[in-house]
């Protein structure tokens, strides 16, 4: 029996032909740039989301604070989400190692920053103020993909106010994916965009930073200073290559299994699943808190691994099969089933 791990599509492992394809990588040492697949691989993210360069980092987490460094300078602000991976879940990077304050507004539920509320939040050119220079978005957020009209409205908006826009776009294929629509859609907005290799694409490790030669070549002394200049990383280069080229349209498969897995477990009353927040593929279910543990156990018994939450997120990915998705919903359903069970002889015994 397989395992099923829904934590997180971070839990791919490689593939046989993603392996293959590190194992005969052609290497050189990127510190010197001379390495052959990582200049590739950076070459084909610049064009595959039209972009004049990109930088392969060992992380998101990187990626974004680089842009954040090469955009901002010591006592700027950027414009961000208060649950924003950069924001909230990357330790305050770019106000510890870049002095750059963050102005953190509230997403609307669809992901987007109201734009009337951002236009609030930009300073005026005031000695008592930072300097607002870089408005962020992050795409998909929490699975739902920006709205491709507010991309639109967000670069006119930017272009008014002489601000930057940066996508986190970890998942900016399942946003394209999702709108059906090619990724230079959804990335012609934006001056720059990280997007992640290490998701539902299926790498092991690995991002990129997409921009412009002037602001990369900032980003590039950035990134050896945060400790990301790697050698023949290359090896690791090649499964983003191959990852670009096998595993983006597949990516319709993991919504369609997070649908499946949503209208599955919508059929157990105990549950609430949240179909607006159902786009792409996250499944965000609703459990009764004293529920979560005895399910978490009971489903790890059962070889399905899920974070303990009241709020539980469920993530689809290359490594979980349709067949997964009915077994998940099974063993739910007989845990349910049994709860009530129990309920139920606990109720006949203490009746007359
Ligand atoms: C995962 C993630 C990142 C950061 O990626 P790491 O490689 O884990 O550092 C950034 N933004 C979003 C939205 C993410 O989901």
Known sequence: MNTIDLRSDTVTRPSKGMRKAMAEAELGDDVYGDDPTVNRLQALAAETLGFEAALFVPS????????????????????????????KFEAGGGAVLGSIQPQPLDFAPDGTLDLTKVAGAIKADDVHFARTRLLCLENTYAGRALPMSYLAEARAFVDVHGLALHLDGARIFNAAVKHGVAVTQVSQHFDTISFCLSKGLGCPVGSLLCGSHELLSRGYRWRKMLGGGMRQAGVIAAAGIYALENNVQRLQEDHDNAERLACGLGEIDELQVNYDAQQTNMVFVDVAEAAVSPLQSWLRERGIIVTARDH?????????????????????????????????????????
């Open 60 to 87: 998101g987490t990187q990626s974004n604070l680089v842009a954040l460094l090469s955009h901002c300078e010591r006592g700027d602000e950027y414009i961000v989400g208060q649950l924003a991976h950069t924001y």
């Open 312 to 352: 539980m997120r469920l993530v689809t990915h290359l490594d979980v099969a349709e067949a997964d998705i009915d077994r998940v919903v099974d063993a739910c359903k007989g845990f349910f089933a049994g709860q009530r069970q129990v309920r139920g002889e606990t109720a006949s015994a203490a009746g007359p």
